[in-house]
T-cell receptor, first 115, second 115 residues
Framework: SAVISQKPSRDICQRGTSLTIQCQVDSQVTMMFWYRQQPGQSLTLIATANQGSEATYESGFVIDKFPISRPNLTFSTLTVSNMSPEDSSIYLC????????????FGQGTRLTVV | AQSVTQLDSQVPVFEEAPVELRCNYSSSVSVYLFWYVQYPNQGLQLLLKYLSGSTLVESINGFEAEFNKSQTSFHLRKPSVHISDTAEYFCAVGSMMDSSYKLIFGSGTRLLVRP
């Protein structure tokens, strides 16, 4: 299994500001993803973080709003830019290591409240 | 495109009764199937998975799920639930499309076990 450290665990931010969330994995992984889980709802895939290149975004998510970096195989960041109250959510980092398992591991999440 | 449907948003059940949480999916390619559980105020944990082989898969805490390709279903069952099984359960489908892997989640089913 992979151990994922996600920081910060929670934050309260003013609208119009930006927050960068960090995801650190204890081993090299094949794929890293960012999800959003709004209160009482399921997980929505924001993007796939690609090492050394631009992330692949899902429909409804754009790079200007959610810039993502992945400089190496164990680390990624997600920035929530120009925040509004609608961005209040839990943001989750997820990793998959394709070595016969294909299961995704999740960080504990970052609970973001925008006021 | 792939999708996951969990028809039941909430399933109330008495302790020691059997339960089935339904999951149906659609995909044009081969899939991997997962059930994740989220206990209150905790992160996502993998409950069980189907990658290949036997269509009946089991977890260590008494849950089982059966992959039914003809009905495109992966229902989760437990013959006798405990209070501690109260949680949100998410069905997820993973597949390779356009040389990238994605894990898509259903809307979730809240299992409420009552004494």
């Amino acid at each position: 299994s992979a151990v994922i450290s996600q920081k910060p665990s929670r934050d309260i931010c003013q609208r119009g500001t930006s927050l960068t969330i960090q995801c650190q994995v204890d081993s090299q992984v094949t794929m890293m993803f960012w999800y959003r889980q709004q209160p009482g709802q399921s997980l929505t895939l924001i993007a796939t973080a690609n090492q050394g290149s631009e992330a692949t975004y899902e429909s409804g998510f754009v790079i200007d709003k959610f810039p993502i970096s992945r400089p190496n195989l164990t680390f990624s960041t997600l920035t929530v830019s120009n925040m509004s109250p609608e961005d209040s959510s839990i943001y989750l980092c997820s990793v998959i290591n394709f070595k016969g398992r294909n299961e995704a591991f999740f960080g504990q999440g970052t609970r973001l409240t925008v006021v | 495109a792939q999708s996951v449907t969990q028809l039941d948003s909430q399933v109330p059940v008495f302790e020691e009764a059997p339960v089935e949480l339904r999951c149906n999916y659609s995909s044009s390619v081969s899939v991997y199937l997962f059930w994740y559980v989220q206990y209150p105020n905790q992160g996502l944990q993998l409950l069980l998975k189907y990658l290949s082989g036997s269509t009946l898969v089991e977890s260590i805490n008494g849950f089982e799920a059966e992959f039914n390709k003809s009905q495109t279903s992966f229902h989760l069952r437990k013959p006798s639930v405990h209070i501690s099984d109260t949680a949100e359960y998410f069905c997820a489908v993973g597949s390779m499309m356009d040389s990238s892997y994605k894990l898509i989640f259903g809307s979730g089913t809240r299992l409420l076990v009552r004494p």
